[in-house]
């Protein structure tokens, strides 16, 4: 009986694995999962559960018993730590060893953080991707504070968004000419800076961060143009990595991420044979 194994317990991971069990896949799988929660949606994380009005129940993918009920072997809390394309083999992070006849990486992606010589590793600066992220900064989004988001994309305008309505003073700064310069028109950034400034959040676009200053503890900004902010926590949302080293170590070609075909396959040699 084939054996397929995903590796990544993401939106796309638990996609597949459902896709797999309703086209008729009747062999084993395994969804090997970094987190110790089921499959769940990310974008509510910065909304609705980050403001307390949505349950962690409500962001699942789907019902947890809806694994072992499509006989779908969830593997929480567990990562993998190499990949033999050759032996067709996962090793875990506990040294267990599993064998495989079909494997996809849906490993995705991790945000990208400001180096720690400008203050990157100072407590209270937040990065926002997944439960844990959002469980770290819920407690801090107190009112009368005064966030500063560094990046115009969608992660820092959400952030932004729910911090206001929090009650906290919001500065966001993008170090383009625009805020979501690099994903839409600049109609719909005009419409978003609007929106965004008429909720008191305070947009400064075509300025970026020199440094943050604080000892152990962020309090304060140094910007581009000269000017200073002082802040109690920082959000940072400057884009992301995809995460490639396993792919890589295996020996996979990377080219802005995991190389594939124009049917989803590596450059694995076994590929075709799987």
């Not at 990544?8 to 395994?30: H, K, M, P």
């Not at 970094?34 to 499959?39: I, N, S, Y």
């Not at 009005?53 to 593997?75: A, G, K, Q, T, V």
């Amino acid at each position: 009986m084939d054996h397929f194994v995903v590796v990544g317990g993401g939106q796309a991971g638990a996609s597949l694995v459902a896709r797999l069990r309703t086209s008729g896949f009747e062999g084993r799988i395994t969804l090997i999962c970094g987190e110790d929660v089921p499959p769940y949606q990310r974008p509510p994380l910065s909304k609705g559960y980050l403001l307390g009005e949505m349950e962690l129940e409500r962001l699942f993918l789907r019902s947890p018993d809806f694994y072992p009920e499509h006989n779908i072997d969830l593997r929480l809390s567990t990562h993998v730590s190499a990949i033999d394309p050759a032996a067709k083999t996962v090793t875990t992070s506990t040294g267990e060893v599993i064998a495989y006849d079909k494997m996809a990486l849906t490993t995705g992606s991790t945000p990208r953080r400001l180096p720690a010589t400008i203050g990157g590793d100072l407590e209270g600066v937040f990065t926002m991707r997944d439960l844990k992220d959002a469980d770290r900064l819920a407690p801090e989004m107190q009112p009368g504070r005064h966030m500063l988001v560094i990046g115009g994309g969608y992660i820092g305008l959400e952030a932004a968004a729910v911090a206001a309505k929090s009650g906290l003073k919001v500065t966001l700064i993008e170090m383009a000419d625009r805020i979501l310069q690099r994903v839409a028109a600049p109609i719909t950034s005009d419409f978003f800076r609007d929106l965004h400034r008429g909720h008191g959040v305070d947009i400064r676009e075509g300025i970026g961060l020199k440094s943050l200053t604080g000892e152990g503890h962020v309090c304060g900004a140094d910007l581009s143009d000269g000017s200073h902010l002082n802040v109690d926590l920082v959000i940072v949302g400057i884009g992301i990595t995809p995460n490639t080293q396993l792919a890589e170590a295996a020996g996979l070609t990377i080219e802005n991420g995991i190389w594939t075909d124009s049917h989803g396959r590596t450059s694995d040699p076994n590929r075709r044979r799987t």
